[in-house]
């Protein structure tokens, strides 16, 4: 089984207000992908958490969720993947990430990413939405160290473009995977446009 890693440790600077604890579909964007990933039957699930830890944690995360600090949530979101993989149970034949700025992502994505995974050891899986890329993205284990030893800068999209032959775009039609929820505007057009609970 892949395990999952979510990334939420950066600072929300242009939202102002720290994502992962907004509140969307019933939730905070934190719980709702959690609990998405969690029916999705993932081996395990790792949250990330820095800049904004304490207010994440008070806030309350699903039972189940392993937390990893990164205390180098300021050198970016490169740091929080490695913070993941290293928190990872030994032997995991790899990992789903999911970002906490992409909380409209459906359940059955993340279960279709699953499924692909499985089909397609060894191979990296990019979920897409009527062609354009977004995530999550799944990355085998063989690729663990590339990531961890990545160039200052580059991160995870280095490894991902070094040798276009091993990666593989999954579509779906879920336009969740290319929502990018970053400021109060977005914020506020996925409240409106997508049924969404500002509870």
Not at 172 to 180: R, T
Request: hydrophobic fraction near 50%; include cysteine.
């Amino acid at each position: 089984m892949i395990p999952a890693i979510v990334l939420a440790a950066g600072e929300s600077s242009r939202m102002r207000s720290p994502k992962a604890i907004l509140r969307l579909r019933g939730g905070t964007f934190i719980s709702v992908i959690c609990r998405r990933l969690a029916d999705a039957s993932p081996g395990g699930l790792v949250v990330v958490l820095g800049a904004h830890a304490g207010e994440v944690i008070e806030a309350g995360l699903p039972a189940g969720v392993r937390v990893a600090l990164n205390e180098a949530w300021a050198e970016g979101q490169i740091s929080s993947l490695r913070c993941g993989i290293r928190a990872l149970s030994p032997g995991a034949a790899g990992a789903l990430v999911a970002l906490v700025d992409h909380p409209l992502v459906e359940a059955s994505t993340y279960a279709g990413m699953m499924a692909a995974a499985g089909a397609c050891p060894g191979m990296i899986l990019v979920a897409e939405y009527r062609g354009t890329g977004g995530h999550p993205v799944v990355f085998p284990a063989a690729v663990f160290d590339e990531i961890l030893s990545a160039p200052a800068g580059e991160g995870a999209r280095w490894v991902v473009r070094r040798d276009p032959s091993r990666v593989r775009r999954i579509p779906f039609d879920d336009p969740g995977i290319a929502a990018d929820i970053d400021t109060p505007e977005e914020y506020m057009k996925a409240l409106a446009g997508r049924g969404a609970d500002a509870g």
